[in-house]
């Protein structure tokens, strides 16, 4: 494909519920990042993935959050027990591996608008 | 972990007045990018900055990158509706952090 896709691209669950949001990164990137933005706020961090290292969970606000990515392609972040908080936009973005001096620029996909009532 | 300060937070101008935003960071940094996230879209990538005291410009854009590398700025010149958006500093090596963005309102 030509971009970052997301699926679904919207998805609304009622609280307590399990979610899985899909991110198809662009053929031949290594890295892959997941984050959370809230309505008119800023990015929120929430993991890392390069190649096949351990991924930088760092960012992941809970223990009801993980990600997983197949295969040094797609990835899927879960969200398990949703609850009224989680709801944001999920963003997903892919680069060329970043090196220690330089750094690639990252290609978003289109988002996954998550709502939890 | 690395942290950028970018400010203002919020402006609005009116069509044509200029624009800018800046990032400040307290650690020399070895790199800095700029995105554009439109209102619903997603954050698009406009340049990196990578040498002391480098200037870059794109059409009515200008960036720069201070002589330390501790702080950057993008500014616009005669800005136009197509320019509103929140534009985003961004820092770091394997894990990139985002400032908290400048949203830009355009008054035509």
């Known amino acids: 494909g030509a971009g970052v896709s997301q699926s679904p691209s919207n998805k609304v669950t009622e609280k307590g519920k399990d979610v899985e949001l899909r991110c198809d990164p662009i053929?031949?990137?290594?890295?892959l990042y997941w984050y959370r933005q809230s309505l008119g706020q800023g990015l929120e961090f929430l993991i890392y993935f390069q190649g096949n290292s351990a991924p930088d969970k760092s960012g992941l606000p809970s223990d009801r959050f993980s990600a997983e990515r197949t295969g040094g392609s797609v990835s899927t972040l879960t969200i398990q027990r949703t609850q009224q908080e989680d709801s944001a936009v999920y963003l997903c973005?892919?680069?060329?591996?970043?090196?220690?001096?330089?750094?690639?620029?990252?290609?978003f996909g289109p988002g996954t608008r998550l709502t939890v009532t | 972990g690395q942290q950028v300060m970018q400010i203002p937070q919020y402006q609005h101008v009116q069509e044509g007045e200029d624009f800018t935003t800046y990032c400040n960071s307290s650690t020399t940094l070895s790199n800095i990018q700029w995105y554009k996230q439109r209102p619903g879209g997603h954050p698009v990538f406009l340049i990196q900055?990578?040498?002391?005291?480098e200037v870059k410009k794109q059409k009515r854009l200008t960036f720069q990158f201070g002589e330390a590398k501790k702080n950057s700025s993008l500014h616009i010149t005669a800005t136009q509706t197509t320019d509103v958006g929140t534009y985003f500093c961004v820092v770091g090596g394997n894990k990139l952090v985002f400032g908290a963005g400048t949203i830009l309102r355009v008054k035509s």
């Open positions: 053929s031949g990137h290594t890295a």
């Open positions: 900055l990578v040498k002391s005291g």
């Open positions: 973005a892919s680069s060329l591996k970043p090196g220690t001096s330089s750094t690639y620029e990252q290609y």
